[in-house]
Every structure is written in structure tokens, then in C-alpha cells.
């Protein structure tokens, strides 16, 4: 089993920015992609961004140049700083795992940006 717990969430005005944190801990023997997601009010989950253990990534189209994934390996740890954040960046983020044993999902934490 993993455990995934974000931390870093909160309350900011458009413009601000915020950094999320994952760290993953339990049976882990390998980490092969992480990544963030997110879910507005009545809309389904996306994808925010993603890295691969090689350290390549993919973003959302609608963060592209704002937010930035990282992810330390040796804390299984990934990181996503978002700057500039928009009120269309409002919802509840989720932090999710691909291990060998399957795919892990945190309990989110949530982003709300004012105008």
C-alpha cells in the first residue's frame, strides 16, 4: 500500500502563488509517474501536470508557463509551484501515483483563488 498526503493548499488572491507538496510513503519500491489533478465545482477531474521518474513532463494546456512540476526522488516527494494563479485555478487538487502495484491517489487538498 502507499500513502500519499499533500500539504500547501489555501486561500490566495489572483496573482498569488502557491506551492503544493505529495510526499508518498508505504511499500514503495519504484515510482513511475507522478503527477497533479484537479476538480472544479461541478466540472470532472483534469490533469494539471505530470513527471515521469526520467524528469520529463506534461502540462495542461490552460497552466502552461505558470505552473512548474518537480519531484525529489529521494523523498518521493513531487512538488507543484503555481504562479500568477487565476480564479478559473480554483478547486480541490489531487496528488496520484503510479507504482508497480498500482495507481494511488491522495485526499486532495484545496486551492481557492479570489479575484
Known amino acids: 500500500q502507499v500513502q500519499l498526503v499533500e500539504s500547501g493548499g489555501g486561500l490566495v488572491q489572483a496573482g498569488g502563488s502557491l506551492r503544493l507538496s505529495c510526499a508518498a510513503s508505504g511499500t514503495i519500491f519504484s515510482i513511475g509517474v507522478m503527477g497533479w489533478y484537479r476538480q472544479a465545482p461541478g466540472k470532472q477531474r483534469e490533469l494539471v501536470a505530470r513527471?515521469?521518474?526520467?524528469?520529463?513532463?506534461n502540462y495542461a494546456d490552460s497552466v502552461k508557463g505558470r505552473f512548474t512540476i518537480s519531484r525529489d526522488n529521494a523523498k518521493n516527494t513531487v512538488y507543484l509551484q503555481m504562479n500568477s494563479l487565476k480564479p478559473e485555478d480554483t478547486g480541490v487538487y489531487y496528488c496520484?501515483?503510479?507504482?508497480?502495484?498500482?495507481?494511488?491517489w491522495g485526499k486532495g487538498t484545496q486551492v481557492t483563488v479570489s479575484s
Open positions: 496520484n501515483v503510479i507504482v508497480v502495484t498500482g495507481i494511488y
Open positions: 513527471i515521469t521518474g526520467a524528469g520529463n513532463t
